[in-house]
């Protein structure tokens, strides 16, 4: 039963059966059944995490007693018939900018390596309630304030399709742990792309949700009007399955009291029929090719990638028409202007910069420098440009049902790397990988990661899809038929 299950090219052509690579509609499915075991699941990834840590450096704490006894009371849930739903039994990862009740919570710091939060953050209690484990916490670049993961204090997160090349950030460990089968599914969190960026360089789903559907409460703070928790995972259903346990209002966290209620996915067999979307020729999926900004520096093969995932959706009965987002441009200074101001409060508020300023590796203590610089007229400047900026995008959502996109201009660059080229021109690696994400948290809109192809040098390439506010189901149902479209996307690196 279980081999049948497993998908021919999840391997990336190892035939064997690896129960790591299961997804959660999978492991569920298997859990009510008694088809497998969660201490047993939880275990084989202990002994992954074991093998592998050491090269990839995703995990920074790994909690392993508590994981276990966790593993022993949905063991005992499902012998009982009374399993609390889809996450339950589930091993996940979680970032190590989000609270952990008795577990460490670095944030990647030099000077927080021995926090211990005395509370859960909303998202792990809300997962928690459901039933999922908690396996430990993942490498970050430091503070969540970068792009790479090449953490001065912990060490580089390793991509796994080709170790000498960065994972992306800040969530890098988080796509890590899920792209090498450390874990069933992880928690990152998004500021500038930073779940998106690590899920397209390291062949994963990554969700964006709209800003104020989850809760940032017990999160570490980075720039809190762009500040984002989400989902990591192998497929579109897995992210979706996280999304309903993770959203909802939250008194702590006032920008989720504007959200609409968002159903969670209670089911396997609900998730399958709410995530099939259907479209009649009278009213099509309707995706738009945005003629500004986003296409202007993409390397060849991403470019190529992203036209064969269109062309993709066209074979699918999809209309794809050019749009215009002429102020899309005029985001780029105005939201690192935001986010540079609000970053440097964060880390005066608490006490930390300049205090520990020698403590800070250098490129989060230059931009935290940086912020000082930032005069409230330029901030509240900045404001009103991304009202217009948001405007532009939500006129074309009244016409599309989505925006699609390269997640990165290009694939992953080799650790160490500051600089590359696109097109015959120079670009930081950091300003490549950020710009195409930015107007997902500039907006506040939903925005999702997924596989839509490799290069010829077997590194991964993501798709980008931007939704409405608030309608994260049809962006995960447009997302999910073109997974479903192509399973020969849902690959697996060879460690």
């Known amino acids: 039963m279980i081999e049948k299950m497993l998908v021919d090219q999840r391997s990336a052509g190892d035939s064997k059966t690896q129960a790591e690579s299961f997804s959660i509609e999978e492991l569920s499915a298997l859990y009510s059944r008694k088809e497998l075991s969660p201490v047993d699941q939880v275990t084989r990834f202990f ?6 840590n050491v090269q990839l450096n995703a995990y920074l704490t790994v909690t392993r007693e508590q994981a276990i006894s966790a593993a022993r009371s949905s063991e005992h849930r499902f012998g009982r018939g009374a399993g609390r739903g889809p996450l339950d039994g589930v091993p996940i990862a979680i970032k190590d900018n989000i609270w952990t009740q008795g577990v460490r919570t670095t944030a990647g710091s030099k000077f927080l390596a021995d926090f ?3 509370t859960d953050a909303r998202v792990v209690e809300r997962l928690r309630r459901a039933g999922a484990i908690i396996l430990g916490k993942t490498n970050l670049h430091e503070f969540a ?10 060490g580089a997160v390793r991509n796994p399709w080709d170790t000498s090349r960065i994972a992306g950030g800040s969530s890098g460990g ?6 090498a089968g450390l874990c069933a599914a992880a928690l990152g969190t998004d500021t500038g792309g930073s779940v998106r960026i690590p899920s397209a360089l390291c062949g994963v789903v990554g969700l964006k949700p709209t800003f104020g559907r989850v809760s940032c409460c017990g999160t570490v703070p980075l720039a809190p009007s762009f500040d984002h928790v989400g989902p990591i995972a192998r497929t579109v259903g897995d992210v979706a399955l996280l999304l309903g346990v993770m959203a909802g209002r939250d008194a702590a966290d006032a920008a989720t009291l504007a959200q609409p209620r968002l159903r969670s996915f209670g089911n396997i067999r609900e998730l399958s029929s709410r995530l099939r979307l259907r479209f009649t020729k009278r009213h099509p999926l309707r995706l738009g090719w945005p003629r500004e900004y986003f296409f202007d520096r993409v390397a060849n093969g991403v470019r190529r990638s992203i036209e064969a995932a269109a062309r993709s959706f066209e074979e699918i009965g999809a209309i794809v028409e050019e749009v215009s987002l002429p102020h899309a441009f005029d985001g780029d200074e105005p939201s690192t202007t935001m986010a540079l101001a609000e970053a440097t409060h964060v880390h005066r508020a608490a006490g930390w910069f300049p205090q520990h300023e020698a403590d800070y590796g250098e490129d989060v203590r230059t931009r935290l420098k940086m912020g000082d610089e930032i005069c409230a007229a330029a901030y509240l400047a900045a404001v009103e440009v991304r009202k217009r900026v948001r405007a532009d995008f939500e ?4 016409k599309v049902d989505a925006i699609i996109a390269p997640t990165v201009p290009i694939t992953a660059p080799r650790l160490g790397e500051a600089k590359i080229e696109i097109g ?3 670009e930081t690696v950091r300003s490549a990988l950020i710009r195409l994400n930015r107007p997902g948290n500039f907006t506040g809109l939903p925005a999702i990661s997924i596989p ?3 290069t010829r040098g077997g590194l991964p390439i993501g798709l980008q899809l931007l939704g409405r506010a608030w309608q994260e189901e049809r962006l995960l149902g447009i997302a999910r038929l073109f997974e479903e479209a192509h399973p020969q996307l849902r690959r697996r690196p060879k460690l």
């Open 452 to 454: 839509c192809g490799w």
């Open 174 to 179: 988080s796509a890590v742990a899920v792209a």
């Open 145 to 154: 304030y970068g792009v790479t993961s090449e953490n001065p204090h912990y």
């Open 424 to 426: 015959g021109a120079e």
């Open 47 to 52: 002994e992954r995490i074991s093998q592998l």
């Open 395 to 398: 006129t074309v959502l009244e």
């Open 116 to 118: 211990i939060p005395q």
